[in-house]
């Protein structure tokens, strides 16, 4: 870049204060009043609002009991998803990687909110381009736009040149200038157009906005029905309106959004405790449903950095030391293997001063120079610049080891190497040690046991990715595949892989082939990675995972970014994605039994033109014990079951039958009462007993197993039941009268029958967990 200094100073410190800046919205929380909106302004909250002033016009207060829930519901969401807000925002701020700019003639690091219209940027390998912009200046630059433009091969890019925030660079060095800043950028625009940036699917959310979607077409006709009956069987106005207002009221699952919403933030939360950064909030549930996890090695089972381990030269005679060294100072933003050679050489020697270069990509897997009299040099891998011989064989050798080689050699053209037509002479092999992470053995011993494939992708030599996938205990490692006999066919792909485990020589079009033809053949992928190469792979994945010292284009697509660069923080990411799928199915499951034997019992009701069978406020109690309480518990429980698909349908397998069940049952019940001599009130007590204890079964097959908290969580409930029952002041709150004997063993009896039948029809739906 010093070409460049004498040329362009960029921005004076004045220009820089009164330029645009480039502000962004951040894509890893929404805006305050996004949240206000999303919590307060929705259509349960309308329709309940609207059905508590009816009860506070018409009924008594303590049936209104309910309208609480619209203020609970409100309240507990904004403050759980502000909390989540901050940890994303605090973690956001310290992933965001800095960018160089030059100011006053000199190079600086500024927040990317800190870019200015107008700012000369200073590009390597692995930045991303945050703004569009002209080239100033290029060095062999390369830029990847396929996540723009579709497009696979990274573009050379020359002074002129234009360039679209959204990409890479991959190659080279340069500069450009920014000319579209914040919202202007067309990677901006192109989000909001929500083109190819998108957020992660979320089978949960999306089943759960389908459950209400249906109830609401339900509701409609089913209260006003409802209304018309009650309206005709009571000469009371007022109690008219209170049993139409408790049957649709506990239609609706008022809930369940807010405890989906609640396990995503406090998984969010717990994870942001981590140091992991869960960038799109579905993410969270992504892991729980991964069955094969594709890592990169470097970066990932090895950690960052390598150490120059042996020179050793072919023949004699060669200038090899003062040719590594030239080779390894040319860039400015070396890679990982550049910086190892320039620990032991660091400084350019006299008189290596380079004509023409070729920086390294991951695509070619070698770099090299131009150095006039001092001859052309390449530096790379073996089995890509040699075609045989004693180096090959000898590099193949120290491959099968673990260790990674490269072969510097001579060439006749540095140009003709380019296209593969250069006569290359090995000249040494340079040997590299890399650094196996202390947590990997632990870490992949949690993914064999939870049944999740590893597969290792490298663009090393298979032979040493083969060595250091072995010594970890992958199974299959000792058959590693070279990707380079690997057939183009998705189909035929999709099997080798599924029989392969480790895979060498991957290029980056690959990694995200590699991705798709697992993803046809029904698996559902995360990919890990740190570096440009892994930029593609980890964009099509399901769910891709950065390392937090990876690159910033890495870091970008990411849905999930490990901000400690921790590899053992990927269980952690799996047992919360399981904790919110398992945890939000069993309280999908306790919400949506409400709401259909609401359902049920108002059809029902409506159809007979009879009194509803119990008032707003016992809807509330009940409701309160056998649902809202234990569902703020299970939701949050700790768990590792491993999520299953088919999450809407398995719900509905489970609600409905035990919905109905629970309905005919409070029929009977009230029904049977209705026949005695006792007044509506022991009618309805008999009908709030059957509800409690049928719903309580209910709970009690959804919080299985039983461990101790479990079991304790609910008989709490029934505990708490009982006094209610037992305590004058609150049986006189509640409207409860349980004087009738008769009544009350009818109640009991049914439910007994009804809990039999629940279980039976559940089992044989085959919903439950053991």
């Known amino acids: 870049m010093e070409g460049l200094t004498s040329v362009v100073h960029g921005l004076t410190s004045a220009q820089v204060a009164g330029a645009k800046a480039n502000h962004v919205p951040r894509r890893s929380s929404r805006s305050l009043s996004a949240i206000l909106r999303a919590n307060v302004f929705t259509l349960f909250n309308l329709v309940i609002g609207v059905l508590w002033a009816l009860i506070l016009i018409f009924g008594e207060w303590q049936d209104g009991l309910f309208g609480l829930v619209i203020v609970a519901n409100a309240l507990i969401g904004i403050v759980q998803e502000l909390r989540a807000k901050r940890t994303l925002d605090r973690l956001a701020v310290i992933n965001e990687a800095p960018v160089r700019v030059r100011r006053d003639g000199e190079e600086r690091l500024v927040d990317p909110r800190d870019v200015v219209l107008g700012d000369l940027i200073l590009l390597g390998p692995g930045d991303r381009l945050l703004v569009d912009g002209e080239v100033v200046h290029s060095d062999g630059m390369e830029i990847d736009e396929s996540l723009l433009t579709g497009e696979a091969d990274p573009v050379h890019k020359r002074p002129g040149d234009r360039v679209l925030s959204g990409s890479f660079a991959v190659a080279g060095s340069g500069a450009f200038v920014s000319t579209r800043v914040g919202t202007d950028a067309y990677a901006v625009r192109l989000a909001e157009e929500a083109s190819r940036f998108h957020l992660a699917h979320s089978e949960l959310r999306a089943g759960v906005a389908n459950f209400i979607k249906y ?92 150490d120059l381990d042996q020179v050793l030269p072919v023949g004699d005679g060669e200038p090899v030391e003062q040719a590594l060294a030239a080779l390894a100072n040319l860039d400015d933003h070396p890679n990982a293997t550049a910086e190892a050679i320039k620990s032991r050489h660091p400084a350019t020697p006299a008189g290596w001063s380079a004509r023409a270069s070729v920086p390294f990509s991951s695509a070619r897997k070698w770099s090299g120079a131009d150095f006039g009299t001092r001859g052309t040099w390449l530096l790379g891998a073996p089995d890509v610049l040699l075609k045989g011989g004693d180096a090959y064989d000898r590099a193949t050798e120290l491959a099968a080891s673990g260790t990674r080689v490269l072969a510097l050699c001579r060439t006749d053209s540095l140009e003709r190497a380019q296209h593969g037509h250069a006569e290359i002479e090995a000249v040494a092999l340079v040997t590299l040690s890399q650094r196996i992470r202390p947590d990997a053995h632990e870490t992949l011993r949690y993914f064999a046991k939870q049944g999740v494939t590893v597969k290792v992708i490298s663009g090393d030599n298979p032979l040493s990715v083969s060595a250091i996938a072995t010594g970890l205990g992958i199974p299959g490692a000792e058959r590693a595949v070279d990707a380079r006999t690997l057939p183009a066919d998705p189909a035929a792909l999709g099997e080798l892989l599924d029989r392969h485990t480790v895979f060498g020589r991957v290029t980056p079009q690959q990694k995200r082939a590699f991705v798709t033809a697992l993803q046809a053949r029904g698996h559902t992928v995360a990919m890990t990675g740190d570096g440009v190469n892994d930029v593609l792979a980890l964009k099509d994945a399901d769910l891709g995972i950065a390392m937090g010292t990876g690159s910033p284009a890495t870091k970008a ?77 299970l939701a949050l429980a700790p768990t590792l079951e491993r999520s299953r698909p088919g999450f809407v349908p ?119 967990r053991p």
């Open 650 to 768: 398995r719900v509905m397998r489970f609600a409905v039958p035990a919905g109905v069940l629970c309905a005919l049952a409070v029929l009977a019940t009230f029904w049977a009462a209705h026949h005695g001599s006792s007044d509506l009130l022991e009618h309805q007590t008999a009908a709030v007993i059957t509800l409690f204890l049928t719903t309580w079964w209910v709970l009690v097959l959804i919080a299985r197993p039983l461990n101790w908290w479990r079991g304790a969580l609910v008989g709490a409930m029934a505990v708490l039941f009982a006094i209610g029952l037992a305590l004058p002041f609150v049986r006189d709150f509640f409207a409860l009268q349980p004087g009738d004997l008769g009544n009350d063993l009818t109640a009991v009896g049914i439910s007994l029958v009804a809990a039999v039948m629940i279980s039976v029809a559940v089992k044989l739906a085959g919903t439950l």
């Open 215 to 306: 109830i609401t077409w339900l509701v409609v006709p089913i209260g006003a029905l409802l209304i018309y009956s009650q309206l005709n069987n009571s000469a009371d106005l007022g109690t008219a309106i209170t049993g139409a207002v408790a049957g649709i009221v506990t239609m609706i699952p008022e809930g369940l959004v807010l405890m989906t919403s609640i396990a995503f933030a406090v998984g969010v939360v717990r994870l942001g405790r981590r140091r992991c950064l869960v960038q799109e909030l579905p993410a969270i549930e992504g892991l729980a449903r991964v069955d094969v996890l594709c890592l990169d090695k470097t970066g990932t089972l090895t950690a960052g950095g390598m």
């Open 557 to 633: 697509v990411a849905q999930v970014v490990l901000l400690d660069d921790t590899f053992a923080t990927l269980p952690h990411v799996v047992g919360e994605g399981r904790r919110v799928l398992a945890n939000i199915e069993r309280v999908a499951n306790l919400f949506l039994t409400k709401t259909f034997y609401a359902i049920v019992l108002s059809l029902l009701v409506g159809l007979a033109g009879i009194a509803f069978p119990f008032a707003p406020r016992h809807s509330t109690l009940t409701n309160a014990l056998v649902i809202g309480i234990p569902a703020i518990f």
